[in-house]
């Protein structure tokens, strides 16, 4: 997938689900502090398992970012469905365009795939680094973790980008990537 500022991106491994775990883990503990109710995030953390990755039986595009030979961050995708279900950032790489760079190899493969928008459900700490990349929200959202504890959250939208219109082209042609 290629490097940039030592960031290295690839497709996410079997051998990856532990280290996955340890980021959603650690992102979810940290960041999500003082937005949401200790008890969901305990209830949200307690949920996790690393054999919840990477599970055959729901084929997903994970990417992972590495930065010397650490896995800092990882995003989750839906391509069938043009929905974002994972972006995870360790505490420490915040700001350092880890996530930036994982939501746009993801949307190039949502784009790829023809998928007209990619649809996420934005955790509330969240909400400002999708609307910064061009995400709008639809609306206020649930996301249910048990029948006790409901993760407030909001659902947001990227429409796939068109290029601009030039004589002789077709107006709402796919961007190129």
């Not at 030592?6 to 883990?25: E, F, K, M, Y």
């Not at 949307?107 to 969240?126: H, I, K, M, T, Y």
Request: with cysteine; charged share 25%; aromatic share 6%.
């Amino acid at each position: 997938m290629g490097a940039s500022g030592g960031l290295h991106l690839r497709p996410a491994r079997d051998s990856d689900r532990r280290a996955l775990w340890r980021v959603h883990t650690e992102a979810v503990g940290t960041l999500c502090q003082g937005v949401y109710a200790p008890d969901e995030l305990s209830t949200w953390v307690r949920l996790l398992r690393p054999e919840g990755y990477l599970r055959p039986d729901r084929p997903r595009t994970v990417l992972v970012a590495e930065r010397d030979r650490r896995l800092v961050g990882f995003g989750q995708l839906d391509p069938l469905n043009g929905e974002l279900e994972a972006l995870y950032v360790l505490p420490d790489q915040v700001g350092h365009g880890v996530g930036t760079r994982l939501l746009a190899a993801l949307e190039s493969v949502a784009w790829g795939g023809g998928s007209p928008q990619v649809g996420l459900d934005a955790s509330l700490n969240a909400e400002d680094f999708y609307r910064h990349r061009g995400y709008v929200s639809l609306h206020e959202a649930r996301r249910p973790l048990t029948a006790r504890v409901q993760l407030a959250c909001v659902r947001m939208q990227k429409r796939r980008p068109v290029l601009p219109t030039r004589r002789g082209a077709p107006t709402g042609a796919p961007a190129p990537i």
